[in-house]
Structure formats: C-alpha cells, structure tokens
C-alpha cells in the first residue's frame, strides 16, 4: 500500500513517516519546507532503515501533483500540509486562507482526477471554539475565533460536502489535541526557530537556557490550580492514530470525525512541575496576565477512536516530558 504524505517533514508529519514505514507502507512525501528541514528526510530514514520518495514543492502546485500521482500509484493521502500559528494567522489571515484552503482543493480534485478517494486530515480540537461542557465529544457544536481555525472548520465542510457528492470517499478527519513529546531517538521532534507560541516549545527552551522564563498565562482560571488545562498527547501516540485511520479507510467507504487526545487535562503547573521532576531541571516562570482567548479547559472524550478505530494513547505525561527535553538535548 502506498501513502502520499502531505507537510511530512513536518512535526506530526514526520512522526507519522516513521510509523507508516514500521507498519510496512511505503510512503511518497511532499514539503516545501516553510516550515521545517530537508534534514528530517535523512532522520526519518535513518530511524527506520526504509527508504521512500520525496518531492520539494508545495501542495497547491497542480501541476506538480498530477506528476506525482502518475509517477505513483497512491493508495491513499495523508494532508498536514498547512500553515498552524493561530497569532500569525490573526496578522495574515490572506496567507493562512490561501495556503490552508488552496492547498487542500488542489489535493482533493487531483484525487478526484486519478480515483484516489481515501484521504486523513488534520484538524484540530480548535475547531470546538469555547466547549459548553468537557469532555469535548465529537458531536458538540462548532465554531472558531481566528483564522487558523476557522481553515480548519471550512475544510471539514469541504470534506463533508465532497463527501454528500459523491459516497465513494472515505475520509477520516482527526481533531488533534494538544501534540508534544518527540520520538525517542531524539532524532525528529518540535524545535521552533522563533520565540514558541506554545507552553511545551517554551518550556523546554527556558530549561535550555535560551530563554530567561516562562509566562504563566493567568492563574485564575476555573481549574484546579487556576491555570489552564489542556490535553495533551505524545506526537508518538497521535502518529499512531494515523495508522489506525488509514487502516480504517483502507477498508471502508465514508467520513466521520475523530478526537485524538487522551481524555486526560493537566494544567500549565502540572506540565512544568513534571517536567522538572523527570528532567531533574530547572524551569524559572511567573505568573502573568490571561492570553486573551484561551479558554479554562479543553480535554476530550477519545472514546470514538477507541471503539471505530481501535486506537488509544498509550504515553503518559512524564515521557511526553522526558522525549521532548531529550529531542532538544540532542539538537542543540
Ligand atoms: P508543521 O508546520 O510542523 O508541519 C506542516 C508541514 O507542512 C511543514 O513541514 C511545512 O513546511 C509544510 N507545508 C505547509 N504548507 C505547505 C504547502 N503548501 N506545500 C507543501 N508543504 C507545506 O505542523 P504540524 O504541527 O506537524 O501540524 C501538521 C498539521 O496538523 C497541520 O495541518 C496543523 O494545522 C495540524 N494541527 C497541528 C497541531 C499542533 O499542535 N501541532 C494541532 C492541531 C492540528
Ligand atoms: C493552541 C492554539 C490552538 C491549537 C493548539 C495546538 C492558541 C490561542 N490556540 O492552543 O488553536 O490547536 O495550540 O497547537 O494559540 N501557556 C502559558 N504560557 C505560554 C504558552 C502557553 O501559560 O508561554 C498556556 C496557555 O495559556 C494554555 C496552555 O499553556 O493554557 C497551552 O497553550 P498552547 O500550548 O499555546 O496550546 P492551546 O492554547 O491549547
């Protein structure tokens, strides 16, 4: 069975190379790399002594794909490829809509061209807006408050509307929670260039000494220490969903929605606390204002993938953690 994996030198993307390689896929990549290295090919192969192809160039190139699935014969697609910082999507919401939904038409009517009909996406629990209850289930209401999220609302519609033309897709759409951790060799993981936007990336850049101290946005917040909470879920484990999905839709027809997390909340200071603990490391922070639009708390209900897919985290905090400090040990 052959993969084509869009944004697969990417964080989650490479993670998952890894893990379609160990189950025996072969794989077929695309980057452009704006945002991430020509390095993490060699990584990827070198984890897995498995060799695949790789293309340079970027999703909405038409032309390019149409070469590319008639130099292959593709089985099924894997679509990361897409622009992610909720920040800068807010400044450019031009380049976000442009990147996210072009590329994501361009993939699809390839597809369409050369019968390819099975396709995973990348979504994100950002796309359950400010949940009424938690945990969040698949089936809550949808909404979204910056661009980046509102990309991903509009091409679950796309999907769900391709879906209503024509019943020979199946496409499972995965809402991601909170992905951190790397893979244990410390050979591919998440290393921003610029100052972190997310608390993992932070943190272990104040442990590294690159940066002076963490922010701790907000500590009145209705949880149980009064900072946020949030699911998190080790890169390793979400790669694994993806091949539990592509599974599925290997053998199916259809599309529904899954929640990838470990139904498990821990707030900002659990996260911190535990990652000295385990790293036997400092981590200097205090306590500043609210973020404006975080919310309290967002953790999900993963049982769906459980019963449909037959997937469930396995990873726990602390190697979520120690994987994480590991991968930037190593890539100093
Ligand atoms: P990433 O930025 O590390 O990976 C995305 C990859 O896609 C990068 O390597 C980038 O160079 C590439 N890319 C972007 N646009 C492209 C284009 N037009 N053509 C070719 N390559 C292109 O991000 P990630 O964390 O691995 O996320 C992967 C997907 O999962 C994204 O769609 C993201 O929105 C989604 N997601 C991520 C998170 C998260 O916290 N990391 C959470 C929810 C959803
Ligand atoms: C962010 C994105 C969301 C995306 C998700 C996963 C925003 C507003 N939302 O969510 O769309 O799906 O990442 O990529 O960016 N925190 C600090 N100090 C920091 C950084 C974060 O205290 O320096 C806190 C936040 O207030 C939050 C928690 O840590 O309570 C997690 O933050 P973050 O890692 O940015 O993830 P999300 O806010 O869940």
């Known amino acids: 069975m052959k993969i084509f994996v869009t944004g697969g030198t990417g964080y989650i993307g490479s993670h998952t190379c890894v893990e379609l390689l160990n189950a025996g896929y072969e794989i077929v990549v695309i980057d452009n790399f704006s945002n991430s290295k020509p390095e993490v090919i060699e990584k990827i192969k070198e984890i897995t002594e498995k060799d695949f192809k790789f293309y340079e160039g970027d999703v909405c190139d038409k032309e390019l794909l149409k070469k590319i699935f008639t130099e292959n014969n593709i089985d099924a697609v894997i679509h990361f490829a897409g622009y992610k910082a909720v920040g800068e999507s807010v400044s450019k919401p031009l380049k976000y809509y442009r990147n996210n939904i072009d590329s994501t038409l361009t993939l699809l009517e390839t597809m369409n061209e ?196 037959g997937w469930k985290a396995k990873l726990g905090i602390e190697d979520m953690c120690r994987d994480a400090y590991n991968f930037i040990k190593k890539n100093k």
């Open 114 to 309: 050369f019968n390819c009909k099975k396709l995973v996406f990348s979504s994100s629990a950002t796309v359950y807006g400010k949940p009424k209850s938690l945990p969040i289930k698949e089936d809550f209401d949808l909404s979204t408050t910056n661009p980046y999220g509102s990309t991903k609302l509009m091409i679950e519609d796309i999907l769900r509307d391709l879906y209503i033309s024509d019943n020979e897709w199946s496409i499972a759409i995965l809402r991601y929670f909170n992905p951190i951790g790397a893979h244990k060799s410390g050979l591919i993981g998440e290393n921003p260039n610029d100052i972190p936007n997310n608390l993992m990336p932070y943190i272990v850049k104040v442990a590294n000494k690159e940066l002076e101290c963490l922010n701790v946005f907000g500590n009145d917040y209705d949880t149980h220490d009064g900072t946020g909470v949030r699911d998190y879920i080790h890169v390793v484990d979400l790669s694994l969903g993806h091949i539990k999905a592509i599974e599925y839709i290997l053998n199916s027809k259809g599309i529904d929605e899954y929640n990838l997390g470990t139904g498990n909340g821990y707030s900002v200071l659990d996260l911190v606390k535990t990652f000295m603990k385990v790293n036997d490391v400092e981590v200097k922070y205090k306590i500043t204002d609210r973020r404006p639009g975080d919310i309290d708390a967002c953790y999900a209900d993963a049982s769906k993938a459980q019963e449909i897919l």
